[in-house]
């Protein structure tokens, strides 16, 4: 006990020494010397080199102590010797007839490149780097960059203006990014992609963009992370990905000033700027302008939407996000196939395409990391997800087990019928309400979550006063089936969620159907599945029973409350009840 004691303390100092860092913040400086401008303030540290003009070290520290991880940015060799090593103007160029000519601002300065400190102070360093070049000899593009960074921001405001300075026909000017973080990530309106390690390595969509992220790489122990998100957006991105043979970047985004990707759109293609045989004309005074935010972080999750004010320890915040960014969302498969989920990443392919939405309990937990997220773009495909798996629904009420493209299956992989998916997609429709507050959704849905559950209260035996299940709750190579612990377990925890919407909605004669059902199921569960000091798995109606004494239906008893009625009635001596 005094162990325990001076553990938990130890745990509380602990806390509290965390909350005190992230309130402890060190400010902003600004630094500008003869060959670099260097912006900093204990989470992000960025450089952008006067004499490879680029923004060429983007590091951060997602505590905010100014102990910066890896620059995000690539370390590889640039195949055209240009000298590309992070963010960078560039321009590709064509006449009739012959090949492509690249350009990039990081060769040499252009001589009227200039560096204007706008404001220096520990709340906001801001400076106007301008006349950037993309061929310092004979521009074609001058571009102004506003590099803006406040104190406790994780992010830094990065504004571009740029104008043709002469008539010129053009393949494409862009602002790219090249990165050395492994996985890249674009939320569209359309939809999201992922991927890693990709063969074909350009993405180019015209669809408004949300957000860009990439992750993955530097310290094996943290990982490394960057994204991007507009304000004033380019006509066009290109998302980048490179497999372990690409020497130059892993990943990265190329931002469309004017002309357009020449290969095929919505695809990873791997024809790339160099293949273009057509040009667009670009009239002399023409100009474009982006406004946006670059976040870095030095663990493998993005930081653009994480709020400074919070009770958490930063240790609980880095695990709360990484498994929302890295795993859940990325799964997400939604930019090709609308309202789709893998269970696996895209490196570069999903392990179990063309398979998807497997509510056994893939999506379900996947549902459950994006609503939590905060990002109201994730509880919108959250949405999605219910609502796809809630039009696939038969007549008997079953719910898909998973989707091939397309395609409801109703049963696993194995051939098994689960109740796992009614349940699990019952439970994740009223999870994304209650965390939505979309109760208007929620009253249209209703119906069709009331004949899922019917499914499962048709295999109810009232004489044993417990579901009679077709197969195992979850996971094919779970082999069990009868009077299951697992789905009695978690029909009783459904049912009980179920009853107060119905109470939500003044439906009080469901609402009490619901509650007296728990109320039984729980009962035939301590009565017939209980031996002596946990839960079998399965009893069978000729009373033998199997018991691989398993931890997720003990687990799902404790952690709904089940147990508490067998501890009462059962274990308690009635003198002390």
């Not at 494409?172 to 990165?179: M, N």
């Not at 309990?361 to 549902?367: A, G, R």
């Not at 029973?545 to 308690?572: E, H, P, W």
Request: with cysteine; hydrophobic share 40%; proline share 5%.
């Amino acid at each position: 006990t005094q162990t325990m004691m001076q553990w938990t303390l130890l745990q509380v100092l602990l806390g509290l020494c965390a909350v005190s860092v992230q309130s402890a913040p060190i400010g902003c400086t600004l630094s500008v010397t003869s060959s670099s401008v260097s912006l900093s303030n204990g989470y992000v540290s960025l450089s952008f080199n006067l004499l490879h003009p680029q923004i060429d070290r983007l590091s951060g520290d997602f505590t905010g102590q100014g102990q910066y991880g890896a620059s995000v940015l690539t370390g590889g060799k640039d195949p055209m010797n240009l000298g590309r090593t992070g963010i960078v103007l560039e321009t590709d160029m064509i006449q009739t007839g012959q090949s492509v000519t690249s350009y990039a601002s990081s060769l040499a300065p252009y001589s009227g490149m200039k560096v204007t400190v706008l404001n220096n102070s520990s709340a906001l360093v801001s400076v106007l780097i301008s006349d950037i070049a993309d061929n310092a000899p004979q521009p074609f593009v001058l571009s102004n960059w506003t590099l803006t960074l406040s104190t406790n921001d994780r992010f830094f405001r990065m504004q571009t203006t740029s104008r043709s300075v002469r008539a010129f026909n053009c393949v494409g000017v862009r602002v790219s990014s090249y990165l050395g973080t492994l996985s890249t990530h674009g939320f569209f309106l359309r939809g999201v992609v992922q991927i890693m390690n990709a063969p074909n390595q350009y993405f180019a969509s015209t669809d408004p963009v949300h957000r860009i992220y990439t992750l993955g790489g530097g310290i094996v122990q943290s990982g490394i992370s960057a994204d991007f998100n507009f304000t004033t957006a380019p006509a066009e991105v290109v998302l980048l990905n490179g497999n372990a043979s690409n020497p130059f970047y892993r990943s990265g985004v190329q931002f469309v000033l004017v002309g357009s990707y020449p290969g095929p759109k919505d695809n990873w293609d791997s024809l790339g700027w160099s293949h273009a045989s057509r040009a667009v004309p670009v009239s002399e005074g023409a100009s474009w302008s982006t406004d946006g935010f670059v976040g870095v972080n030095d663990h493998d999750f993005p930081v653009l939407n994480i709020p400074q004010n919070t009770n958490l320890r930063p240790m609980d915040m880095m695990g709360f996000y990484l498994g929302i960014y890295a795993s859940s969302s990325a799964a997400l498969v939604s930019y090709i196939l609308p309202s789709h989920i893998s269970p696996t990443l895209a490196t570069p392919n999903h392990a179990y395409s063309p398979l998807y939405n497997f509510y056994d309990p893939d999506t379900y937990l996947s549902v459950a990391c994006l609503v939590y997220s905060g990002d109201t773009y994730l509880l919108n495909e959250a949405r999605k997800l219910v609502e796809l798996s809630g039009t696939g629904i038969l007549s008997s009420g079953q719910i898909p087990h998973h989707y091939e493209n397309d395609t409801p299956i109703y049963v696993a992989i194995s051939g098994a019928t689960q109740t796992g998916p009614n349940l699990f997609w019952s439970a994740a429709a009223m999870l994304y309400a209650h965390t939505s507050g979309n109760t208007t959704w929620l009253k249209e849905m209703l119906p069709t979550v009331e004949k899922a559950m019917d499914f499962v209260i048709n295999l109810y035996d009232p004489n044993m006063k417990l579901i009679k299940a077709p197969g195992p709750l979850w996971i094919d190579v779970f082999k069990r089936a009868n009077y299951t612990t697992d789905t009695n377990a978690f029909c009783v925890h459904v049912l009980t969620e179920l009853a107060a919407v119905e109470a939500l909605f003044g439906n009080q004669n469901k609402q009490q159907q619901y509650l007296q059902l728990a109320s039984s199921i729980s009962e035939g569960i301590n009565a017939h599945l209980w031996r002596g000091d946990h839960y079998i798995t399965q009893l069978n109606p000729d009373g033998t029973y199997k018991d691989f004494v398993d931890y997720d239906s003990n687990l799902l008893v404790t952690a709904f409350i089940i147990f508490l009625f067998l501890f009462i009635f059962l274990i308690l001596p009635s003198t002390i009840r």
